[in-house]
């Protein structure tokens, strides 16, 4: 049979409705004619269908064959005859369930970090509560602002701490103070007392909460934190966060001097991603024998920071990132992100913008190095970027950056510092970090061993995993061969689908 004495099919299928969709289209891959036909005219005969373009495409060929990314329907095979089929995934973990036996035609892997910030709701400081027996109990303070009560018996026993006054007072502000231990076993409670030891407020109640007016701040001498639990109630280990607030709805954080972290007493670390593993398996099981791809940070770092907009990447979550990139199709390392320690050296020139009495912070800034730095984000150990000109801190830690040159202006607490000199010693037991933007990224050429590693990395025929073992997770693209057959099945489900929706 000689398939040139047929009309070329039309591509176009009518629904219910009288619309049309084009399966040739749908299904695309290499045209196998450059003649431009009247798609109007046609009438369905070969198992060539005509695209909208007027090119034509032989689905019988790509059926049958699996032509088109390898992976005939019952070898899972590879066949270069003719263009593959190739998706691209993203996310931290990518799985794609219609793989063909192929190399991965692309990998990107990009960074991320992670850094705890808190709003200074929390006004216990656990620190203040040490490891203590009595009787047969014992709390276990864990250091992670968590406690653990375990013993033996039942628990009758108090366990006190104070808190002293005045850090207390500076905190306390007049309205309702909760605790989130009344669901817990052991309870934990707290309460205020004035020089007579007479209880001014109490959350010990049902509720969880209590009243403080103005007249109890002016009475309050000492707040104690109670761990207790009613006689009777049997004693199994048990950890969780206590929390105290006024503010906010009672989700834990940790104490951070009752103002919002990053700042100087509270500084909360940048977490960034060292050398890490990327795998490439058929199966999440442990009994999956995967490929591993081995990632060795360069010495520029691999780092990532979180932006409202102009991101190179946009995670699952929909977050958007400016972050470094490891981009083994072109074989580079592209750097967005710079990182920077500085400890109050001569060499890194703060100087000190002039101090109102009216003020209640100081301003130290710096040229950031270099020529090549955007000051449209970035991120900080132990300030808060405002992004925005500050003014008044209200003993806040913050910063922020100048519009159009690379200047960043750090505001501090006169009740910390009040001088320069006094800056530049306190960086030096107390060193900041910055991570922030370049301008332009500067590319580096991979090594021809991560070239050759990832071009040793496949695909497996029906389903291929991809993930990796960094920390914090790294975000990830990977372009794969699709199995011919998998893919075109998905397509006519996909039309078919259409048309018992158009006709129900």
């Not at 004495?5 to 049309?20: A, C, I, L």
């Not at 035609?105 to 027996?133: C, H, I, R, W």
Request: aromatic share 10%.
């Amino acid at each position: 049979m000689n398939i040139n004495e047929f009309h070329p099919t039309s591509g176009r299928f009518v629904k219910e409705d009288g619309t049309t969709v084009n399966i040739a289209d749908e299904l695309g891959g290499k045209s196998v004619s450059d003649k431009v036909y009247d798609i109007n005219n046609m009438m369905p005969h070969s198992g060539r269908f005509i695209k909208e373009d007027g090119t034509c495409v032989n689905i019988a060929d790509m059926i049958e064959n699996g032509d088109i990314g390898g992976g005939g329907s019952d070898s899972g095979s590879s066949d270069d005859s003719a263009p593959p089929i190739v998706e691209v995934y993203n996310g931290q973990t990518i799985q794609c369930s219609m793989s063909a036996d192929r190399p991965l035609k692309g990998l990107n892997l990009y960074a991320t970090t992670e850094q705890v910030a808190t709003t200074g709701a929390q006004l216990f400081d656990a620190s203040l509560m040490p490891t203590t027996s009595r009787g047969g109990a014992t709390v276990t303070n864990n250091g992670d602002g968590s406690f653990t009560i375990s013993g033996e018996g039942q628990l009758t026993e108090f366990f006190t701490a104070s808190i002293i006054s005045e850090d207390v007072k500076k905190m306390l502000k007049a309205g309702s103070i909760y605790t989130n231990g009344k669901s817990y076993v052991p309870k934990f409670y707290v309460y205020g007392t004035d020089n007579t030891n007479g209880v001014l407020f109490s959350t010990s109640g049902s509720s969880g909460s209590a009243v403080i007016t103005s007249e109890i701040l002016e009475s309050l001498h000492q707040v104690n934190v109670v761990f207790y639990s009613a006689a009777g109630s049997v004693i199994t280990p048990v950890t969780f966060f206590p929390m105290i607030w006024q503010t906010g709805d009672g989700t834990y954080e940790p104490y951070t001097g009752g103002i919002p972290s990053p700042n100087g007493d509270y500084p909360q670390e940048i977490q960034v991603i060292s050398d890490f593993t990327v795998e490439v398996k058929n199966s999440m099981g442990e009994v999956a024998a995967p490929q591993t791809l081995n990632v060795t940070i360069p010495e520029h770092g691999f780092y990532g920071i979180p932006v409202s907009s102009g991101g190179n990447y946009t995670d699952a979550s929909g977050k958007q990132w400016i972050c470094d990139e490891f981009d083994y199709k072109r074989g580079k390392y592209v750097q967005r992100v710079r990182k920077v320690i500085l400890d109050g050296s001569k060499s890194e020139g703060w100087w000190l913008y002039p101090v109102s009495p009216r003020k209640n912070y100081i301003t130290v800034t710096r040229r950031f190095e270099g020529t090549k730095t955007s000051q449209k984000t970035s991120i900080c150990n132990m300030f808060i970027n405002k992004g925005a000109p500050v003014w008044d801190t209200g003993g806040l830690w913050v910063y922020a950056e100048h519009p159009t040159i690379p200047n960043k202006y750090f505001n501090i607490p006169k009740t910390t510092m009040s001088t320069l000199e006094e800056w530049k010693t306190w960086l030096s037991t107390h060193p900041l970090e910055v991570l922030y933007s370049l301008a332009t990224p500067v590319e580096y050429d991979l090594t021809d061993e991560q070239i050759e590693q990832f071009k040793k990395l496949k695909s497996y025929y029906g389903t291929t995993y991809i993930d990796n073992d960094a920390v914090p997770a790294c975000n990830m693209t990977a372009e794969l061969v699709l199995d011919t057959k998998m893919y075109i099945d998905s397509k006519f489900a996909t039309l078919a689908g259409q048309i018992l929706e158009v006709g129900a």
